[in-house]
């Protein structure tokens, strides 16, 4: 067969072709028989249904079937939608100029090839697969009688559904792929058949789909650069101290308290991207706090534990370090709900002075809307995962990563299957893929905690309702200035959710909406920015009601936050202080020790 250049496609070599699928079956064989072991040792099945969907699914049937006059509408509005693809397929082939009926999202990437829109048999199959996925999402969405969680999570679990059968993940509905597959021979597929067993046999009996080269990168190499030391060490962090870069740096020093479900260096991937660097490069005294990778030896670490030995043993240590008593203090995430956590308990304490200023990155501590991340957190759904982590005293970094990619299939499964499977590709070396890869895990007690009295219970809105270190906590006494950046499409902590603090801090509040996500509208520098921002100084009102005064602005918020950190620390500058200058000598250079530790799970 000719390829359409006109060459002859290429056949692979039968005896090499026969070796690849010689060594697959063999290997194969031994993952089947690894898996049987398994199973016959534990003397138990797997839980085929954690996440608790069957029984959604199940309300979902019985509240379509009290309304079957509705089924039907909606079945006959699908025969319709058929009917006029088919008469416009038809008048396609007959040369008619003919738009078509439905198209993919802007965002949507999975259909960018040339032949999804110039060839009629895929333009086709395309546009059938959107009208049917549209159907079963509007049809789900549009049933009564189900309490607001079950529709979420059969909501989000459809949408799972229709991601997996789009026609992009099949060998001979994807163009792509079947231009691949002739013009190579089919080695594709036989190299993609490789690249799953080599997955298998790494992931321990779950199937973990590499994403990117992780030997192409190296932490503290060509990750996590930016020169520092490591001045103080717990059982739960490491406290990194960077070099300075100008001759003055800001008297009030910075820390950044970074998630501990991920390694800190988000914030400083490359030099041209790192939040650390440039923040350094603006005169700030830089502090981080690398979180400890946790074995079954730190199961029993709790929330309050983490609160003690992390921002508040900071505190004291850069206090030490640099003799001052106020610090600017940055959260990111679930680091930005332990500031907060922190900020209420040193108020009690009457040590809330310590924090000169808090800013939060993508933080939620109020969890009424959580996203799609509250689909995964029910009653049966965290009881089945307390008795999985009591098992092992902490939770597998790749359980974690496996839902927050749930969160992005297309682009965070699919996207990997098609290349790596169906493409016989190797994965692009991506920093921020090796990142997301390495993954850190959670102590049973703390994580127990964090899910069920915040995401289950929304307990730390709540006057006195949550408890740390023996103390009653209430956000709304907390009364240092904070800045609040929140991300327009954040599927982690939606947007609204992270401007209700903005109605129940006491103290001064911006609130700065930037584009994009989680990740990328936090790490948008300066100097090529992607994404612009939104800022309005009228926080009275809800948040929809603060976008519509917003005005935008081009470029990062970086230079904004900035100023206003500046602002509060009484731009006051003091000549340059280096890592050792104060009481605290360095243990060892940055990154350190913990952020090396690596996940096996």
């Not at 039907?72 to 058929?82: A, G, T």
């Not at 029993?300 to 992390?310: H, V």
């Not at 009102?541 to 976008?547: I, K, N, P, Q």
């Amino acid at each position: 067969m000719d390829d359409q250049s006109g060459n002859a496609a290429s056949l692979p070599d039968p005896t090499e072709m026969s070796k690849s699928m010689a060594s697959i079956a063999e290997r194969s064989q031994k993952l089947v028989a690894e898996f049987v072991n398994r199973q016959m040792a534990s003397g138990s099945l797997p839980d085929t249904d954690p996440m608790n969907v069957s029984e959604a699914f199940m309300e979902l049937s019985r509240q379509m079937m009290a309304n079957p006059a509705k089924m039907m509408e909606s079945s006959m509005n699908l025969w319709s939608d058929y009917l006029s693809l088919w008469q416009t397929t038809t008048q396609r082939m007959m040369g008619a100029d003919v738009g078509p009926m439905v198209t993919p999202a802007k965002d949507d990437h999975r259909f960018r090839d040339d032949a999804w829109a110039d060839n009629q048999v895929f333009d086709f199959v395309k546009q059938s697969y959107l009208l049917t996925s549209r159907w079963m999402q509007s049809s789900v969405s549009a049933v009564d009688g189900m309490d607001k969680k079950t529709a979420e999570k059969v909501d989000f679990y459809t949408r799972q559904f229709t991601d997996a059968l789009s026609p992009s993940n099949f060998v001979m509905t994807n163009p792509e792929v079947l231009r691949a597959t002739m013009e190579s021979g089919g080695e594709n597929l036989v190299k993609g058949l490789e690249n799953l067993i080599a997955d298998m046999e790494n992931s321990d009996g779950q199937l973990r789909i590499k994403m990117t080269d992780p030997d192409a990168f190296q932490v503290g190499e060509n990750v996590a650069t930016t020169p520092g030391k490591v001045v103080f060490r717990n059982d739960l962090m490491e406290l990194l101290q960077f070099n300075p870069t100008t001759e003055e740096t800001v008297k009030t020093p910075l820390l950044i308290i970074p998630p501990w479900i991920n390694k800190y260096y988000i914030l400083d991937l490359r030099e041209k991207n790192s939040f650390i660097k440039w923040a350094t490069d603006q005169g700030h005294s830089v502090f981080v706090i690398s979180w400890v990778n946790p074995d079954a030896e730190l199961a029993a670490k709790s929330f309050d534990d983490y609160m003690l030995e992390g921002p508040v043993a900071a505190l004291d240590a850069i206090e030490k370090a640099t003799g001052e008593k106020k610090t600017n203090v940055i959260g990111y995430c679930i680091g930005g709900t332990l500031l907060a956590s922190a900020l209420a308990y040193l108020t009690v304490k009457k040590q809330d002075k310590r924090v000169n200023s808090a800013t939060f990155f993508t933080t939620m501590v109020d969890f009424t809307e959580a996203g799609d991340l509250g689909i995964f957190i029910d009653e049966a759904q965290l009881s089945s995962l307390e008795e999985k982590m009591e098992e092992r005293g902490y939770l597998e970094g790749s359980e974690m990563a496996t839902t927050f990619n749930m969160l992005r299939s297309n682009d965070l499964i699919w996207s990997f299957v098609i290349n790596n499977y169906l493409l016989g590709k190797d994965p692009f070396p991506f920093d921020l893929l090796y990142w997301n890869s390495d993954s850190t895990r959670m102590p049973a007690a703390m994580h127990s905690f964090y899910l069920r009295k915040m995401y289950l219970e929304n307990k730390l809105i709540e006057p006195g309702g949550l408890e740390l270190a023996g103390v009653k906590i209430d956000l709304s006494t907390i009364k240092v200035p904070t800045y609040i950046v929140a991300t327009r499409e954040d599927h982690i902590a939606p947007w609204k959710s992270a401007y209700a603090p903005t109605q129940i801090y006491s103290g001064p509040t911006r609130f700065v909406l930037a584009g994009s996500g989680h990740i990328a509208g936090v790490v948008n520098p300066p100097a090529k920015p992607k994404y612009g921002h939104w800022t309005n100084d009228d926080l009275s009102g809800s948040a929809d009601e603060w976008l519509n005064g917003a005005e935008e602005h081009v470029g990062s918020w970086w230079p904004n936050w900035d100023s206003w950190a500046k602002e509060r620390a009484g731009n006051a500058m003091i000549p340059a202080r280096k890592p050792g200058d104060g009481k605290l000598k360095p243990l060892c250079d940055a990154p350190g020790e913990y952020v090396m530790m690596k996940a096996e799970g």
